[in-house]
């Protein structure tokens, strides 16, 4: 095949991928400059690029291809760095020696060779299968550090006993997520049987501690969420490698995911905390792959009842990303979403709204409206205005989110169903209690039938509906609802994961609001003692539990071990959260009606009167909560002295 011809076919096979690859939503430039590097298709989606390249009418593969390719696909990722990460493809006709495809699995770089038989739609096809199925696994948190981002809010909060009319009850907010998805056994199965042939063959060719092979030894473990396995991989990483090799930095990354998503955040933080030295020791400290880590440990930080800490890195890391990316990026946008979740923990409601309305006008310049990413911080943005108050404005950014994602992902997605979720608690907040539980009803329905019985989000949503079904005053169905979220995850997760701890707390609060204070009372004081075990004694989850068994002490009439356990609650939140913090408050709130029950209304009173003025600064003067502790102090000082 002459020159011309040779370029003339590769140009009919790139526009013949370009077509193929949009019409399954990638988009794909041609020929593309980017300074020095002109690849022969740039294509991307969801933020996850593919560099390709083709070379056709040579006989036999040269290893320059795969270098090369490999040096532009990192080149790129430090030049522009998308959030999902770079990946290279090489197409080619030529024949491909076994050593040269053991080798390229050593870099980001995928060999689709095309044979003499094949037809060119048969091969486009396949190509566009690859393509798709490495942005699945971008999406998954493969073993390279710029997957493992994970950002985002989406767990049920702990219960607190209140003293409004439907309680305090969580509303969760969804939120990005880059970390391991869950996979179906049958594809889990496959996939580690694929991975292991692929290492008893590479280590044929290239011996048990080749870079390569420990890579895929890491892959494996990976698909198989096993500590040991990682464990395993990075100890023979660090004897045949060098400690600071990138490759012992992305799977001790993976690790830290993993020991997060189990619960074990203290261990997560420490590997996090050390992985991010080890980047800025290789990259530099601005690097997209410091400031991930540095990110993951802020998510860390947070999950530990750190949240102080946390809003510090999230806020240090939003002011580099701007710095470096400008404010117009989608990793900007990741940050302001962060930050802004963190500062709704920490209470700091009309800051975090601000971030969040400032996110949602920036993804929709860079997004669009219909974009996943603007109705995830739409979605967060309306649980910030749920938590203050502003259920009017709350209820509708959810009605819209809600009628977005039915459009754009349809009734049955995931995300589709949390915003429902969402938006019937916003209503039951409202005290439209009628309207707010069939819509859970049928969102559990949903969860069962596509995730089944006992896929986490199933539970989170059988766990809700217990929520309601205390807010609507079916206590005897919440009992009973809890109680099988409590087995299922005790048997799932074990007794010590926060999750199991969750439901403990609020088959605690079932039993505490159906007059059962004994049983609650001993509910709550085996949460509390795994709180401190796992989190420690300053986690807001164990000062929830805390002040849970202090509720439940003062309904058993013992009022001066009541009085001890909610003092010292009130203690340690204002040490941890501020005096403004809705917990705080709640905890002044607590230990005023204990002391008014046991007799001393005066000091009582006077508590009262503190968190009135916490109330006004936390959510306005005419709040409703605001309104109904300043009626009960006055009752109080109606009341005569014992």
Same mark, same amino acid.
């Given at each position: 095949?002459?020159?011309?011809?040779?370029?003339?076919?590769?140009?009919?096979?790139?526009?013949?991928?370009?077509?193929?690859?949009?019409?399954?939503?990638?988009?794909?430039?041609?020929?593309?400059?980017?300074?020095?590097?002109?690849?022969?298709?740039?294509?991307?989606?969801?933020?996850?690029?593919?560099?390709?390249?083709?070379?056709?009418?040579?006989?036999?593969?040269?290893?320059?291809?795969?270098?090369?390719?490999?040096?532009?696909?990192?080149?790129?990722?430090?030049?522009?760095?998308?959030?999902?990460?770079?990946?290279?493809?090489?197409?080619?006709?030529?024949?491909?020696?076994?050593?040269?495809?053991?080798?390229?699995?050593?870099?980001?770089?995928?060999?689709?060779?095309?044979?003499?038989?094949?037809?060119?739609?048969?091969?486009?096809?396949?190509?566009?299968?690859?393509?798709?199925?490495?942005?699945?696994?971008?999406?998954?948190?493969?073993?390279?550090?710029?997957?493992?981002?994970?950002?985002?809010?989406?767990?049920?909060?702990?219960?607190?006993?209140?003293?409004?009319?439907?309680?305090?009850?969580?509303?969760?907010?969804?939120?990005?997520?880059?970390?391991?998805?869950?996979?179906?056994?049958?594809?889990?199965?496959?996939?580690?049987?694929?991975?292991?042939?692929?290492?008893?063959?590479?280590?044929?060719?290239?011996?048990?501690?080749?870079?390569?092979?420990?890579?895929?030894?890491?892959?494996?473990?990976?698909?198989?969420?096993?500590?040991?396995?990682?464990?395993?991989?990075?100890?023979?990483?660090?004897?045949?490698?060098?400690?600071?090799?990138?490759?012992?930095?992305?799977?001790?990354?993976?690790?830290?995911?993993?020991?997060?998503?189990?619960?074990?955040?203290?261990?997560?933080?420490?590997?996090?905390?050390?992985?991010?030295?080890?980047?800025?020791?290789?990259?530099?400290?601005?690097?997209?792959?410091?400031?991930?880590?540095?990110?993951?440990?802020?998510?860390?930080?947070?999950?530990?009842?750190?949240?102080?800490?946390?809003?510090?890195?999230?806020?240090?890391?939003?002011?580099?990303?701007?710095?470096?990316?400008?404010?117009?990026?989608?990793?900007?946008?990741?940050?302001?979403?962060?930050?802004?979740?963190?500062?709704?923990?920490?209470?700091?409601?009309?800051?975090?709204?601000?971030?969040?309305?400032?996110?949602?006008?920036?993804?929709?310049?860079?997004? $669009?409206? !219909? %974009? *996943?990413? +603007?109705?995830?911080?739409?979605? =967060? /943005?309306?649980? #910030? @205005?749920?938590?203050? &108050?502003?259920?009017?404005?709350?209820?509708?950014?959810?009605?819209?989110?809600?009628?977005?994602?039915?459009?754009?992902?349809?009734?049955?997605?995931?995300?589709?169903?949390?915003?429902?979720?969402?938006?019937?608690?916003?209503?039951?907040?409202?005290?439209?209690?009628?309207?707010?539980?069939?819509?859970?009803?049928?969102?559990?329905?949903?969860?069962?039938?596509?995730? $089944?019985? !006992? %896929? *986490?989000? +199933?539970?989170?949503?059988?766990? =809700? /509906?217990?929520? #309601? @079904?205390?807010?609507? &005053?079916?206590?005897?169905?919440?009992?009973?609802?809890?109680?099988?979220?409590?087995?299922?995850?005790?048997?799932?997760?074990?007794?010590?994961?926060?999750?199991?701890?969750?439901?403990?707390?609020?088959?605690?609060?079932?039993?505490?609001?159906?007059?059962?204070?004994?049983?609650?009372?001993?509910?709550?004081?085996?949460?509390?003692?795994?709180?401190?075990?796992?989190? $420690?004694? !300053? %986690? *807001?989850? +164990?000062?929830?539990?805390?002040? =849970? /068994?202090?509720? #439940?002490?003062?309904?058993?009439?013992?009022?001066?071990?009541?009085?001890?356990?909610?003092?010292?609650?009130?203690?340690?939140?204002?040490?941890?959260?501020?005096?403004?913090?809705?917990?705080?408050?709640?905890?002044?709130?607590?230990?005023?009606?204990?002391?008014?029950?046991?007799?001393?209304?005066?000091?009582?009173?006077?508590?009262?009167?503190?968190?009135?003025?916490?109330?006004?600064?936390?959510? $306005?003067?005419?709040?409703?909560? +605001?309104?109904?502790?300043?009626?009960?102090?006055?009752?109080?000082?109606?009341?005569?002295?014992?």
């Amino acid at each position: 095949m002459r020159e011309n011809e040779r370029q003339q076919y590769e140009r009919q096979f790139l526009e013949r991928l370009s077509n193929a690859l949009g019409e399954r939503g990638w988009q794909a430039v041609l020929e593309p400059r980017l300074g020095d590097l002109r690849p022969d298709a740039l294509v991307t989606k969801d933020g996850f690029t593919l560099i390709v390249e083709t070379r056709f009418a040579v006989r036999e593969a040269r290893s320059s291809w795969v270098l090369d390719l490999a040096d532009h696909v990192l080149r790129f990722d430090r030049l522009l760095s998308p959030a999902a990460g770079t990946y290279g493809i090489l197409v080619t006709d030529a024949e491909v020696a076994s050593r040269l495809v053991a080798a390229s699995a050593r870099y980001p770089v995928a060999i689709h060779q095309r044979h003499p038989n094949q037809g060119m739609g048969e091969f486009i096809e396949e190509i566009c299968g690859a393509c798709d199925s490495l942005l699945i696994q971008s999406h998954r948190g493969a073993s390279t550090v710029e997957r493992a981002e994970l950002v985002g809010d989406s767990n049920i909060s702990s219960n607190k006993v209140g003293s409004s009319p439907v309680g305090n009850l969580s509303i969760a907010a969804s939120g990005f997520s880059y970390h391991t998805g869950e996979v179906v056994a049958g594809d889990r199965t496959r996939s580690a049987n694929e991975i292991e042939a692929r290492i008893e063959q590479l280590t044929g060719i290239l011996g048990p501690h080749h870079p390569t092979v420990l890579s895929l030894r890491s892959e494996l473990a990976q698909i198989c969420q096993s500590e040991v396995m990682y464990r395993e991989v990075i100890n023979d990483q660090l004897r045949f490698l060098s400690a600071d090799s990138p490759d012992v930095l992305g799977t001790k990354t993976s690790l830290a995911s993993l020991l997060a998503q189990k619960g074990k955040q203290e261990e997560a933080a420490n590997i996090y905390r050390e992985a991010y030295q080890q980047a800025v020791a290789i990259y530099g400290s601005n690097s997209q792959k410091s400031l991930i880590l540095l990110n993951n440990l802020a998510s860390a930080y947070a999950a530990l009842g750190r949240t102080s800490e946390a809003v510090d890195i999230y806020a240090d890391v939003l002011r580099r990303r701007e710095e470096e990316l400008g404010r117009d990026h989608p990793d900007v946008v990741l940050s302001q979403n962060n930050l802004a979740n963190a500062l709704r923990d920490l209470g700091q409601l009309q800051r975090a709204i601000s971030i969040f309305r400032e996110a949602l006008d920036t993804s929709r310049r860079l997004y $669009g409206s !219909d %974009h *996943p990413t +603007t109705l995830t911080v739409k979605n =967060n /943005l309306a649980s #910030a @205005y749920a938590e203050s &108050g502003a259920l009017r404005e709350a209820i509708g950014l959810y009605e819209e989110t809600l009628a977005d994602r039915v459009r754009v992902l349809g009734a049955d997605h995931p995300e589709t169903l949390t915003v429902r979720n969402n938006l019937a608690f916003a209503y039951m907040e409202n005290g439209d209690i009628e309207r707010g539980v069939p819509i859970i009803e049928q969102t559990l329905a949903d969860r069962e039938h596509l995730l $089944g019985a !006992d %896929h *986490p989000e +199933t539970l989170s949503t059988r766990n =809700n /509906l217990a929520n #309601a @079904y205390l807010a609507a &005053g079916q206590i005897g169905r919440a009992i009973e609802l809890h109680a099988e979220v409590l087995a299922a995850r005790s048997r799932l997760f074990g007794e010590a994961h926060p999750l199991t701890l969750n439901s403990r707390n609020n088959l605690g609060q079932a039993y505490l609001m159906s007059g059962d204070a004994g049983r609650s009372a001993e509910l709550f004081s085996d949460t509390l003692r795994l709180c401190r075990a796992v989190l $420690g004694e !300053d %986690h *807001p989850d +164990t000062l929830t539990a805390q002040g =849970n /068994l202090g509720l #439940a002490l003062q309904a058993e009439d013992d009022f001066d071990e009541a009085i001890s356990v909610l003092s010292d609650t009130l203690h340690r939140r204002e040490a941890l959260l501020g005096q403004s913090h809705p917990d705080t408050i709640q905890s002044q709130i607590d230990l005023a009606l204990a002391l008014a029950q046991a007799g001393d209304y005066q000091e009582g009173a006077r508590l009262l009167g503190v968190a009135e003025e916490h109330c006004i600064t936390a959510f $306005g003067r005419e709040d409703e909560k +605001t309104l109904w502790v300043r009626r009960a102090r006055e009752r109080l000082l109606d009341m005569p002295e014992r």
